[in-house]
């Protein structure tokens, strides 16, 4: 049922780190977000070992989300021991806060590439197929804070389609419904244990607007207050790491 895993699963957490998630096939790594504790994870946690290609999704430019994507860049470029072509897919309306960022980080234009998925579906190339499709997406705004925009991202691999909500206040009709219907294989959503939290979804409408038989295909990330096990108790299933479950 799962397509992801994380390399850490938290909000602004010391302990949890930043939320950000990843799968790795074939050589190929795909990885949504790089916030400011999620480079040393990825050195901790041997994501580099065996990969020669990466896919960085930019879901928005708060920093728990984009925080360390220049000391992954400048790493890959200088310091990694094998060549690790990479690709940034941003979405257009924010690819020029993305090099903004990146250049305050010394990351030059010269350095990276960003693709813009907005408009229609973005494929990505089965590593060892060419002509076949190894996972597609696209890319749709979602409410989270008034002075940045965000994006959710619906991907599709092996005939199943896939929901990552990015960081969000809510959900759309259309993705409830989708998630009822059972459209969606998994769906991977943010939450709040904070009911008065503006930016993130909070756990209790959550609950409200899922019924108890669909909550397995719903994984609650970016956690703050809540706990693994309050989510594994309301019926929803918790994000799976790198090491362990
Ligand atoms: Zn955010
Ligand atoms: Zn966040």
Redesign the pocket.
Known sequence: MNLLKFISYGNYSHELGNNSAYLKENNNLLLIDCGSTIFNSILEQGILDDINKIHILI??T?D??IGSLSSLLLYLKYNHPTKIDYTIIVPEPIQKSVRKHLKRGGVTDDLFIIVKPLVGTYYIQDPNDESKTWISFKCKETR??PE?K?FSYCFKYKGHDYFYS??TAELSVEDIERIQNLYYKMSYIDVTGNPNNP??LPFNTLCNLLMPEVRQHVTCMHLDTLTKADIALAGFSTPIVTFGG
């Open positions: 879901t928005h708060h728990d989300h989270h804070v940045l965000c990015g960081d930016c993130h």
